[in-house]
């Protein structure tokens, strides 16, 4: 039985303690796997003149070279034949417009189920009562292979599912964003008394209830509704609207409690599921590692201080994602907290790059990508 | 918020207005009237004053806080916009055109009249510079409409209605718009109704407005630019200080900025020992300023750990402290990565027309440093290949009243001249 096998079927998602060496082992043994299969990956590790035997405890681990997300976007690394990943995927491409591709092969695939079923179970997300789904995010389609829009798919087994409603549409040959379809649906659902789950962009949500709220549109969603958003909050950034604040919009539209809006946070590079606990924070599972990077030397940081996030995982075989850096920038939490686990939580600050700097021409860019030519 | 006939109005009525526009702006011609330079300079005097006595204070420092600019910054550029300096920008842009009517021959004479109606598509990053493209405008009589850029703060709304409400004149020659780029249709009703459409983006926007455009409408582009450092051997440490405190006030985000250096030489050795020494120069003097914002440092940290892998090696590439520098083996200009970033090449400078030429449309600055010999031979070559500011190495971001915009003078694109038989009066 490999060490990665170990790792994705540890008992307790949460139970960091005592799982770094079984860890450590996972990441060294896909380590070597990838040098061997991998000509690109061998060829980083070489040229920073890596050991894969030093890997011994958890610290060595910050002097794995890690891959930028960037990197993701111009080359495609795999270690095993293209017809062997049964599942492609590529990122949004929000931040640049060129997206990652990532290929996952069935064992890789078969871990993350492990995976998601224990941290599903964890945060009570897998139900039997019939319901009806609603995802701000892409109707699948087979040519469209954003991890987003697969995720958002895979989430409407998370219950028997009554209906499957997507605000964005593949109508005539394109994809279109009918928000008022939704906002009909959830009128509807809201005089029934099947729950409703939503998934999706926080700002999609967002901007469906703002609207939703001048309209004096005031619902009272069936007990056990839940309203679950991922994909980051980066859309966010020029509303000024902090979480607090779309909790408190979320209760005041559709009646649903704080305890009953859910987090997810992962990136097709790192496809572990980060889950926030009721005190919405993001503790890290067994299956994962987090390293803080300093902003100037890449160099680690102590937890508490704030920098580039660099992600750890063993989990993939078909694609060298042991070490990544995301453009994301935030802070390792050491502290307490009420949810009752120990473990650390990560806390998304925002993104490297600035969103609010414009240059001489990025205003009048705006204009393009609003016109969309 | 839109501003129709000197009233701020709500963004609802925006449809109706455009629909009728057409013909009030043909009625506003048809009076035969348009405001001097010198009648738009008596209103901006007052705003001035207001200005100088920190009547808008309220707003302004906010802003001076939020972009971190010393207020002894502001003070000088406001200095720029005294009805002295714009008097002298008058001046000197229009010239000649200022004694006009005169005589062609004994029948003709010469006139100058705005160009009518202008379209302005400003950029966003300088708050309050789509209201400094609408002066332009005004300083040379024409009808201006302003398309608000997105994220605007309301500051270029306030200038313009100010300067309605001192010379309510000026209330029919200026109309703001604040449309949404996704409303293409309205943005060509605008277009179609102007006779010129300034536009202040990169080839994408323009490309965009000219898939718009009418054709008989006249596309006036500003931006956007490059701008480099052209240096020999004979740089000096202090200059490169200097240059590297230029950089950090602007973190490069300027047309002007200084996004990386050419090196008077062929030789990559040269250029290799030229780039460890200049990155020990600016590494520390970097040391001596405030640093980047966070998100900035991070981003280039990144981007400089993906160089390495893309390079297959860290030969040529220095950081330190949120400051890098790239050495590149090619000639070609390119935009630098920001925030402290400079790539460095070698151009000798016989090959300054044939390398530059092709970016002719993007050339604006150059900060130049090269030994007194060689300094009229080099300002002229790259004059020819299309640059049209070159100034002292760290000066390439400076402003000097009456210099041109991009190698021409906006009031005079403004304006044509209209030539009038006289014969029989």
């Known amino acids: 039985m490999s060490y990665r096998y170990k790792l994705f079927h540890l008992k307790d998602p949460y139970k960091l303690e005592g799982t770094d060496d079984l860890f450590v082992k996972a990441m060294k043994e896909n380590c070597l796997y990838q040098y061997q299969h991998c000509p690109d990956y061998k060829r980083i590790l070489d040229s920073f003149h890596f050991d894969i035997n030093s890997l011994k405890t958890i610290d060595d681990l910050a002097s794995l070279p890690f891959i930028p997300t960037l990197y993701f976007k111009h080359h495609e690394l795999y270690s095993m034949p293209k017809k062997r990943m049964i599942v492609k995927a590529t990122s949004s491409g929000t931040s640049s417009g060129i997206k990652s591709k990532i290929g996952f092969n069935a064992g890789s695939l078969l871990l993350a189920f492990a995976m998601v079923r224990k941290i599903f179970a964890y945060h009570h997300i897998w139900s039997l009562k019939p319901t009806h789904f609603i995802i701000f995010g892409y109707e699948p389609k087979r040519t469209n292979q954003t991890a987003i829009s697969k995720t958002g798919y895979g989430f409407t087994f998370t219950a028997p599912p009554l209906s499957k409603d997507y605000a964005i549409r593949y109508v005539d040959g394109k994809y279109q964003v009918d928000l008022e379809n939704i906002k009909n649906k959830l009128i509807k659902y809201s005089k029934g008394k099947a729950p409703v789950r939503t998934l999706g962009f926080p700002a999609y949500t967002y901007f469906l209830l703002r609207d939703m709220k001048e309209q004096g549109i005031f619902l009272k969603m069936p007990k056990g509704s839940l309203i679950t958003i991922g994909g980051g909050w980066k859309q966010f950034y020029a509303e000024q609207i902090d979480k607090k604040a779309f909790y408190a919009l979320v209760k005041e539209v559709l009646d649903i409690d704080e305890d009953h809006i859910v987090e997810f946070f992962g990136a097709v590079e790192h496809p572990i599921l980060y889950t926030d606990c009721k005190a919405h924070h993001f503790h890290i599972p067994v299956y994962g590692r987090v390293i803080i990077r300093d902003v100037n030397t890449l160099k680690p940081v102590p937890n508490g201080k704030m920098g580039i996030i660099n992600l750890l995982t063993p989990l993939v075989k078909s694609v060298p994602l042991l070490s990544i850096c995301t453009d994301d920038i935030g802070i390792l939490h050491d502290e307490k907290c009420e949810c009752g686990l120990n473990t650390p939580y990560l806390e998304i600050v925002g993104r490297v790059g600035l969103s609010d700097i414009k240059t001489c021409t990025a205003g009048a860019e705006d204009l393009l990508k609003e016109m969309k030519i | ?425």
């Open chain 2, 1 to 425: 918020m839109i501003l129709y006939h000197g009233e701020i109005l709500n963004n609802s009525l925006q449809d109706k207005i455009i629909a009728s526009l057409g013909d009030e702006l043909n009625n506003t011609l048809a009076k035969g009237y348009f405001p001097s330079p010198f009648e738009v300079l008596e209103a901006i005097k007052v705003i001035y004053q207001e200005v100088i006595n920190h009547k808008y204070d309220n707003i302004i420092l906010p802003l001076l806080k939020q972009y971190d600019i010393p207020e002894s910054m502001f003070v000088h550029y406001a200095s720029l916009f005294s009805p002295e300096s714009l008097k002298r920008k008058v001046e000197i842009e229009l010239g000649d055109y200022l004694n006009l009517p005169s005589k062609l021959d004994n029948s003709t004479i010469r006139e100058r009249y705005p160009l009518g109606v202008l379209f302005h598509i400003a950029a966003g990053n300088v708050d309050g510079l789509p209201s400094y493209s609408v002066i332009e405008g005004l300083l040379s009589g024409n009808i201006n409409l302003l398309k608000l850029p997105s994220g605007d703060n309301g500051l270029s709304i306030m200038i313009l209605k100010r300067l309605i409400d001192v010379n309510p004149r000026l209330k029919d020659f200026i109309y703001v718009f604040d449309v949404p780029s996704t409303e293409v249709s309205s943005i060509k009703k605008l277009a179609d109704l102007s006779d010129a459409i300034a536009v202040w983006g990169g080839d994408l926007v323009n490309k965009a407005v000219r898939e718009f455009a009418d054709i008989k409408t006249k596309i006036i582009s500003w931006g956007h630019k490059v701008s480099f450092a052209y240096v020999d051997n004979y740089v000096s440490d202090d200059e490169l200080k200097a240059l590297m405190h230029s950089l950090a006030s602007s973190e490069q985000l300027l047309c002007s900025s200084v996004q990386g250096i050419y090196l008077d030489t062929d030789s990559l050795d040269e250029l290799s020992a030229f780039a460890k020494r200049c990155f020990d120069i600016i590494s520390k003097e970097n040391l001596k300023l405030k640093p980047s914002p966070i998100a900035a440092k991070g981003k280039n940290a990144l981007l400089f750990y993906n160089e390495i892998l893309e390079r297959k090696s860290a030969k040529g590439l220095y950081l330190d402290n949120g400051v890098s520098v790239i050495v590149k083996e090619d000639y070609e200009l390119e935009a630098s990565w920001q925030f402290r970033n400079l790539w460095i090449k070698r151009l000798p400078h016989e090959k300054i027309v044939s390398v530059l030429k092709k970016n002719h449309d993007h050339l604006q600055s150059v900060g130049l440093s090269v030994k007194k010999e060689n300094i009229s031979v080099i300002q002229n070559l790259l004059a020819q290949a299309g640059l049209s500011r070159i100034t002292k190495l760290d000066q390439t971001s400076r402003m000097i009243i009456g210099e041109a915009h991009d190698g021409v003078y906006p009031l005079k694109v403004y304006s044509r001249i209209v030539e009038k038989d006289i014969s029989k009066l």
